[in-house]
């Protein structure tokens, strides 16, 4: 089945340390995008890549870095610069600048 | 991106038709309505979209204004499993960048 796969469901992260969130999508899409929500809140975005090895920043880049070597991942890295991280993490694909996008099942990242 | 005002929550009754309003006074013309919709700590849904005309699908129904300052999602025949938060949002098509998503209407199917 297509779509898009997010690990883990569930990370912890100790004070100092980077944690990597991975985004895998065998849809063939050539966009795709990571997005953050807190609780009772909307998605606010992180960081998008429109094609491979290119990305742009969002609204709430600070703190996170991406890279995208391959069209089916886009892996997140949560930095130890980034002060609040316990959120949900979403990921996302479409195609190219298509009206849709689609949504992994989140990662929801915990700090110990 | 034009700003949308939604009801913070419904309740709709099971079996009943479930109508969403959306507000959307700013929209420009060429700015599409999408609804997604997200189950609890799940990823959103995609569920339908549309530019001026009503549109259907299998899962539920858009309704536009003549003016396009409003719209309303229909889901025909609740179900508990509908029990979501409903994200209306505008945006131009072609933009390729993220979809903003407010804070939605938070939707109780009641059995």
Known sequence: DGGITQSPKYLFRKEGQNVTLSCEQNLNHDAMYWYRQDPGQGLRLIYYSQIVNDFQKGDIAEGYSVSREKKESFPLTVTSAQKNPTAFYLCASSTGPGPIQYFGAGTRLSVL | ?111
């Open chain 2, 1 to 111: 991106d034009a700003k949308t005002t939604q009801p913070p929550s419904m309740d709709c009754a099971e079996g009943r038709a479930a109508n969403l309003p959306c507000n959307h006074s700013t929209i420009s013309g060429n700015e599409y309505v999408y609804w997604y919709r997200q189950i609890h700590s799940q990823g959103p849904q995609y569920i339908i979209h549309g530019l001026k005309n009503n549109e259907t699908n299998e899962m539920a129904s858009l309704i536009i204004t003549e003016d396009r300052k409003s719209s309303t999602l229909i889901l025909p025949h609740a179900t508990l499993r509908d029990t979501a938060v409903y994200y209306c949002i505008v945006r131009v098509a072609s933009t390729g960048n993220q979809f903003y998503f407010g804070t939605g209407t938070s939707l109780t199917v009641i059995p």
